[in-house]
Every structure is written in structure tokens, then in C-alpha cells.
């Protein structure tokens, strides 16, 4: 499994919008410069991000972008998403069939299992963090991912039980 550089640069522009003191946001330029990307890279990832709904355009000479809502109600699951898709989704098996029209696995499969388990404990995990979770210091949102990642655990045994 891969992250994209789509979600990792999109996340990281999602950081900066965030922690960004202008008023009017960031402009595609002051973001590009920020990041070390090309503005026309920043310019699709705003545009994936704009139209998930996490942020909005500000109008004038001096715009630029701000977070639609604030920073604890955007969602990573829902980022993430919108910038690359789901790690796995029930369509996936339709299209790695090998050679043939139908997976020769399509009845019994513990792979699909396996991606499905997968799926569901990362999605579990960026359901509960907020774009607010990602503007602490690296040690202090690394604590928070701990706790929320053993609650998870802990969830997922007591249902099993």
C-alpha cells in the first residue's frame, strides 16, 4: 500500500490553509512557495479540496483560500477520500479479475477479507482525527493517534467477544 502524493501533498496544503494568520488565506503562490510544489499541482489540489467542501475561495486581488469550516470539523476520512478515494472499495474485485471475465475467487475469498479488514481499521482510525488533531506538534498528534488507535483495538475486541 502506497500514499499518494496527491493525499500527501493535499494534506499538507490542507496544514498550511490552516495554520495560515492572513485573513484572506492563502493565495495559490504563497502556497506553492510554502510547500516546494508547482502552482499548478496546488491548483488541482485545491480544487480536489474545494470541492470536498474543506475549503473556500476568498474573492479579491488578495484572495485566496480558507477552511470552509473549522479545522475540528473536517474530517481526514473524508480528505483523504476526496483526494484519492478509498483504500479498498467492493468494485476492486471486479476489476482484478487476471485474465478472465469473473475472479476465480469471486465465491470464497479471505484476500477480500483481508482488504476489507484493512479498510475498515483505516478508515476507523481517520474517522475519529480532525484536520485540529494535525495542528499540534508531531509529538503531541502522535499521542492522540496512540489513544485513538487503542480505542480502536479496544473496540474491536469487545465486539469480537
Not at 41 to 52: D, F, G, N, S
Not at 56 to 75: D, F, H, M, R
Amino acid at each position: 500500500m502506497k500514499i499518494t502524493a496527491t493525499e500527501e501533498y493535499g494534506i499538507r496544503v490542507l496544514i498550511r490553509i490552516a495554520s495560515a494568520q492572513q485573513e484572506n488565506g492563502m493565495s495559490i503562490p504563497q502556497l506553492s512557495e510554502a510547500e516546494g510544489l508547482s502552482e499548478p499541482h496546488v491548483a488541482k489540489l485545491c480544487r480536489a479540496l474545494r470541492m470536498a467542501g474543506t475549503i473556500k475561495s476568498t474573492p479579491g486581488a488578495k484572495g485566496g483560500y480558507v477552511l470552509s469550516k473549522p479545522a475540528k470539523e473536517i474530517i481526514l476520512n473524508d480528505v483523504l477520500i476526496a483526494l484519492g478515494g478509498k483504500l479498498y472499495d467492493q468494485g476492486f474485485c471486479d476489476t482484478h479479475t487476471g485474465i478472465s471475465n469473473l475472479c476465480t475467487h469471486s465465491i470464497d475469498c479471505a484476500t477480500r477479507s483481508l482488504w476489507r479488514m484493512v479498510q475498515f481499521s483505516v478508515e476507523s482510525l481517520l474517522a475519529r482525527l480532525t484536520l485540529q488533531d494535525l495542528l499540534m506538534h508531531e509529538k503531541d498528534a502522535h499521542l492522540k493517534m496512540e489513544t485513538i488507535l487503542q480505542r480502536n483495538i479496544q473496540d474491536i475486541v469487545g465486539s469480537s467477544r
